[in-house]
């Protein structure tokens, strides 16, 4: 016998500390009962606790949505690099994190599959309890019987004394009388090997476990699908498409949270039963096979001072056959000189051969009652469960909150982001804000005209200018459109609009707009009179300036 003890280890203890609270808000004392309604509720409050912060999550995302979406605010700020490199970090540290969930979802499967395949050799071993009393039964009730009932034929058929028939009968009641006796001794044996049933329990935890284990495995591989495939808008600065994958993130953000509050349910329930696995599979094995305590508990601890609770029923069966060998070769020897010889040797065979094979199929049942082979099964499915199994199911609970934190802050920082973004690569929607708080529309460029070149009367143009990529000839913005000025006469005065802005030419659209130092429009007409745009520039004019149309005359005068 092995006296090996039990060791709680600390992720076990952690989860059974956690506040064991009912719906009504009283608590238990957490010990693991399935059957307690109390406990269950006090279960299904921490599986509701992520689960409402889901919810709230899903409130915060719609109301920030709903922000973001009325704000009229235009963000033109051109600090985008720093917030894209912060997007990729986070990116990288949620793929990170869903790694320790595909580690952890590994480890508890391989736990629970240690448990199970532990749970399957214990019940291999009653299953060959039963089939060794099956045999026995087999060789003592039927096969002994018709030996006997061969020899009562064969001593009827053949003239033997009176005087020697006195003799065996009485021996041949007695060996009928053991076998029953036999059969007394081990029917206690059959029957509690008989109601331990734990065949369908195994099978359900086995079919649960798969499809756990393939269902978080797929949730866990479209996260990383969706972690990944954010660097393509990221760095295409395609807005569209990063808006779409943020959309993707926040139901991810929600499955993540109610994979947590189910992770979380299993995790204490598992820790609240490796806390104490021997007094919950005791009172399990009393309640569900209607065993003795000492029974569960000499199997369950297996101290080398413990007997074994069938060990004297065995011991008086093989003490029992002994004694019917020693009847059934005083029978042989009675009978012997009035039977035919090839007759005698093989009714003489098959009673021995009956006994000894009840015999062996006893010291095999010994040997399997013992508790060392069941209690090495037993350590072996709670090291599966409580070592390997928690610890994976704690990563999965590590991987799916910050999972579910990177993929908030990265939804946030994403719809920052799009402000920065345009639509397309193709189009830009320009606004010009003037001093008084409105703004000037601009419709987007036009295709760039191969044959212009800008007039050097009025435009002139660096040496610099020539070399630069992004002063392309021809790409220009079209006048603007003023809708404010529908109803304005159609001899009001000319409009004058002055515009200053950097000598840089190469700068793109938003350096334009945002470097611009002094912008100031005065309305006098729209219908007829002229429009003069004065430009004071510190270098050359760029094509990318809004205010910049190389079709029409440009004066270059200050304004009065």
């Known amino acids: 016998m092995t006296g090996e003890e039990y060791v709680v280890t600390r992720l076990a203890k952690f989860f059974h500390s956690f506040p064991h609270v009912d719906l009504t808000f009283s608590t238990n004392n957490g010990s693991f009962n399935l059957e307690n309604v109390s406990y269950t509720q006090s279960l299904g409050f921490w599986v509701a606790v992520p689960i409402l912060w889901c919810l709230l999550n899903l409130v915060f995302f719609t109301l920030y949505a709903c922000c973001r979406c009325c704000s009229q605010r235009n963000d033109k700020d051109g600090r985008i690099l720093g917030l894209r490199v912060l997007i990729g970090i986070f990116i990288i540290i949620s793929i990170i994190g869903i790694g320790f969930g595909f580690y952890g979802n590994v480890d508890s499967n391989q736990g629970v599959k240690d448990f199970t395949e532990a749970a399957e050799d214990i019940d291999g071993t009653i299953l060959n309890i039963q089939s060794e009393l099956d045999q026995q039964a087999s060789s003592v009730n039927t096969s002994l019987k018709q030996g006997l009932a061969s020899l009562q034929h064969e001593i009827k058929v053949n003239n033997i004394p009176e005087n020697t028939l006195s003799q065996i009968q009485p021996a041949i009641n007695e060996l009928l009388l053991n076998s029953k006796q036999i059969q007394e001794r081990v029917k206690k044996i059959h029957k509690d090997s008989s109601n331990v049933d734990i065949k369908k329990s195994i099978s359900t935890i086995k079919n649960f476990e798969e499809y756990r284990f393939w269902f978080t495995m797929v949730l866990l591989i479209i996260e990383i699908i969706v972690s990944v495939s954010l660097f393509i808008p990221l760095v295409k600065r395609m807005k569209r498409l990063l808006l779409f994958f943020s959309g993707l993130m926040v139901i991810n953000v929600l499955i993540c949270w109610i994979l947590t509050g189910i992770f979380l349910g299993f995790s204490i329930a598992t820790g609240d039963f490796c806390v104490d696995p021997h007094n919950v599979t005791e009172r399990m094995l009393r309640s569900d096979s209607h065993l003795d305590p000492d029974v569960v508990d000499y199997y369950l601890k297996c101290l080398p001072t413990d007997e074994n609770p069938y060990g004297e029923l065995l011991t008086e069966a093989q003490t029992i056959l002994t004694h019917s060998r020693d009847t059934l070769k005083n029978i042989m020897n009675l009978v012997e000189p009035y039977l035919d ?95 008084d708080g409105t703004s000037i529309p601009f419709i987007a460029r036009s295709p760039p005209d191969p044959h212009y070149l800008p007039n050097k009367k009025h435009v002139v ?62 309305y006098q007409g729209c219908q007829s009179s002229p429009v003069l745009l004065t430009n004071e520039t510190t270098g050359p004019p760029s094509p990318y300036n809004p205010f910049y149309n190389p079709n029409s005359d440009i004066t270059q005068n200050e304004p009065s």
């Not at 009652?369 to 090495?376: L, V």
């Not at 802050?409 to 830009?428: D, N, P, W, Y």
């Not at 350096?511 to 912008?519: A, F, G, Q, S, Y």
Request: aromatic share 6%.
């Open 461 to 522: 143009f660096s040496q610099q200018s020539n070399t630069d990529p992004m002063a392309v000839p021809g790409r220009s913005t079209p006048p603007p459109t003023y809708a404010d000025c529908a109803d304005a006469g159609n001899n009001a005065g000319p409009l004058l609009v002055t515009h200053r802005q950097h000598s840089v030419p190469s700068a793109p659209i938003e350096e334009d707009l945002n470097n611009t130092r002094d912008t100031t429009a005065l």
């Open 341 to 435: 010889t090839s007759r005698f040797q093989k009714i003489e065979w098959w009673l021995k051969s009956c006994l000894k094979n009840a015999d062996d199929n006893i010291i095999q049942t010994i040997t399997y009652t013992s508790c060392t082979p069941i209690r090495n099964d037993y350590m072996r499915a709670l090291r599966g469960l409580c070592k390997s199994g928690l610890a994976g199911m704690a990563f999965l609970l590590l991987s799916m909150v910050g999972t579910a934190l990177c993929f908030t802050i990265l939804v946030l920082m994403s719809c920052r982001a799009s402000k920065f973004m345009t639509k397309s690569s193709h189009e830009h929607d320009l606004d010009l804000d003037l001093d």
